[in-house]
Structures are given as C-alpha cells and as structure tokens.
C-alpha cells in the first residue's frame, strides 16, 4: 500500500540553523510533491509545490528537493527563526490531482 | 475575506447523534474534499468532489454522507456518530488543472463525541 514517512516526529534546532526535514514515500509515482506548515488549531498552508521532473524548489528561505529514484523529498529552511516553529507537512498528488496522500507531519521547534 | 469557511467550529455532541458540518469556499475552485485529522494528527481523505461530483470515497463508512449543493459548497452529515469519529475535520478545495494544485484548507470542525 501507499505510505509516506517523515523522518521524525519532532525536530528541534537553534535559530539561525537550517532546519532539514525528510519525506520518503513507497508504492507511489507522484507527479507532484508538495509540503505544507501546519500550525497548532488551524488548517494547513500550501509552501511549495514540486512536479516530478524538477529537482530543487526555492521560495525565500524554503527549499525542496526531490528525488523520485530515492523516492525521497528533502525540506530546507535556512536562517530558521521560532516563528517557523510549526508542524510541517509532505504530501503527494496523483496526475489528477484529486488524491493527496499527507505524511504524518514532523513538529519543528526553533529555539532563540 | 476568508477563503475556506467551515461551521461550527467546534462540535460537542452524545453518540448516536447525527451531526452536519458545513464547509464554503469563495476561489471559484472546481474541487473540494473532507479530511479527518487524527489525535495522531494523521491526515487523511475522506472525500473529493469535482464540478459537484463525488470523484474519491476513501473507504468512509456509509454514516458519513457528502453533499454538495453547488460548486462553492461541500457539506458532510455524519448520522449515528460513534467515538471514534472524534477528530478534527478539514474541508479543503483547489484547481487541480494549468499546474494549480494548491489545496486552500478551512479552519477544521472539532469534533467531539461522548
């Protein structure tokens, strides 16, 4: 069956430091990738999104990577500050687009 | 503006009760979809209607009834709530075509059930 995991369940950094959360996906071909940041009583929020033939994303200090040989999505947030402080989501999507799969989320804290 | 608006908020309601939670988007989208979030924070899809079209029915128990009235609109009534059906739900939609495949998620429907 299909199955998402994200290296762990919390993550905690210094600020300043690139924060590195992992995303490993088996039994899918995704054509696209994307992560999400979920904060604490709300909904998720869209950051970025990765199609299958690309292999690096940036927007500001967030970047993807994707590697559909490893089956593998890494997330980067460099110069981590407390407010990225957030549960962060992987999530693929089929062709369609009308199926998400969303792994279980890694809990980044960004200490001062 | 808001874009996804779910109601109520929050749900607190005995077992066996049948419950209805209301979801709203205002960004012309053509897609809509219920999730469950999980104490586990686990989330998981529940439905997905295109153009007001049932297009995924993950395996929801049959008490778990969508409805979508018109594009903008994506309703869930859930009759004989068990315990386990305590969790957060989210409605969620989105463009799926032209490379737009952002989903915009409401607020989430807590839900609790005694």
């Known amino acids: 069956s299909q199955k998402i995991e994200q290296n762990s369940e919390a993550l905690n950094i210094q600020e300043g430091k690139t924060a590195t959360l992992t995303c490993n996906y088996t039994?899918?071909?995704?054509?696209?990738l994307q992560w999400y940041r979920q904060d604490p009583g709300r909904g998720p929020v869209f950051l970025l999104l990765?199609?299958?033939?690309?292999k690096e994303k940036r927007k500001e200090r967030l970047k993807v990577t994707f590697d559909t040989t490893l089956k593998q999505s890494l997330f980067h947030i460099t110069a981590s500050q407390p407010a990225d402080s957030a549960t962060y989501l992987c999530?693929?999507?089929?062709?369609?687009?009308?199926?998400?799969?969303f792994g279980a989320g890694t809990r980044l804290f960004v200490k001062a | 503006d808001t874009a996804v608006s779910q109601t109520p908020k929050y749900l607190v309601t005995q077992m066996g009760n049948d419950k209805s939670i209301k979801c709203e988007q205002n960004?012309?989208?053509?897609?809509m979809y219920w999730y469950k979030q999980d104490s586990k924070k686990f989330l998981k899809i529940m439905f997905s209607?295109?153009?007001?079209?049932?297009?995924i029915n993950e395996t929801v128990p049959n008490r778990f009834s969508p409805k979508s009235p018109d594009k903008a609109h994506l309703n869930l009534h859930i009759n004989s709530l068990e315990l386990g059906d305590s969790a957060v739900y989210f409605c969620?939609?989105?463009?799926?075509?032209?490379?737009?495949?952002?989903?915009?998620f409401g607020p989430g429907t807590r839900l609790l059930v005694l």
């Open positions: 990765i199609r299958e033939n690309e």
């Open positions: 039994n899918y071909s995704p054509a696209y």
């Open positions: 969620a939609s989105s463009q799926p075509a032209g490379g737009k495949e952002t989903q915009y």
């Open positions: 209607y295109n153009n007001k079209e049932l297009i």
């Open positions: 999530a693929l999507l089929n062709t369609g687009g009308f199926k998400t799969i």
């Open positions: 960004l012309g989208h053509d897609t």
